[in-house]
């Protein structure tokens, strides 16, 4: 069974531009969550989209957003790119509320 | 809202010797507990999680935690630790009818041969 992937591995880009990350979730799982592990920060909650829907957001700025296809992957998307935005981004799946979400290796954004 | 707590940054153990990762947590109702475990430029990996019902709870690598309400900790245990058990290690905890996981801070694990 192929994990959670994401992509690109890597994405550089300059303040002010826009970021696109990628997720497709475990076969058959249908909620996607987003996290960003940012240095002296920790991990952090952003988004979780189900069926479609954006269900919850954690404590992040409205330039922090993202949606989920018909196919449950999902895209999140990153407005204005300040310095402060560099960090590794990890993309979760579950399949059921009681299950554990399942992590990708993460996108590794890095803002020059 | 919800907190965890992991103490120590760092843990040092011998190949061979047990080795304890120390979590404690802040949740109202019933907390979901979780640990997960980082290996470099890796994603998150689980290894076991409480829902509800016994409170040692068996995981993937020989790993075990330990729920204990009264203290509200769920301490990470492994009775023989390797050497490829060095890793970043995480407790994560949710509440009742939530999805988001909050995580503590890490704990870097060390196996010295």
């Known amino acids: 069974e192929a994990g959670v992937t994401q992509s690109p591995t890597h994405l550089i880009k300059t303040r002010g531009q826009q970021a696109t990350l990628r997720c497709s979730p475990i076969s058959g799982h249908t909620s996607v969550y987003w996290y960003q592990q940012a240095l002296g920060l920790g991990l952090q909650f952003l988004l979780w989209y189900d069926e479609g829907e954006e269900r919850n957001r954690g404590n992040f700025p409205p330039r922090f957003s993202g949606r989920q296809f018909p196919n449950y992957s999902s895209e999140l998307n990153v407005n204005a790119l300040e310095l402060e935005d560099s960090a590794l981004y990890l993309c979760?799946?579950?399949?059921?509320?009681?299950?554990?979400?399942?992590f990708g290796d993460g996108t590794r954004l890095s803002i020059l | 809202a919800q907190s965890v707590a992991q103490p120590e940054d760092q843990v040092k153990v011998a190949e061979g010797n047990p080795l304890t990762v120390k979590c404690t947590y802040s949740?109202?109702?019933?907390?979901?507990l979780f640990w997960y475990v980082q290996y470099p430029n890796r994603g998150l990996q689980f290894l076991l999680k409480?829902?509800?019902?016994?409170?040692l709870v068996k995981g993937s690598y020989g790993f075990e935690a330990e729920f204990n309400k009264s203290q509200t900790s769920f301490h990470l245990k492994k009775p023989s630790a390797l050497v490829s058990d060095s890793a970043l290690y995480f407790c994560?905890?949710?509440?009742?009818?939530?999805?988001?996981?909050?995580f503590g801070s890490g704990t870097r694990l060390q196996v010295q041969p």
């Open positions: 994560a905890v949710r509440r009742t009818g939530r999805r988001a996981l909050t």
């Open positions: 409480y829902i509800t019902g016994d409170n």
């Open positions: 949740v109202s109702g019933n907390p979901y």
């Open positions: 979760a799946s579950s399949l059921e509320p009681d299950q554990p979400q399942h």
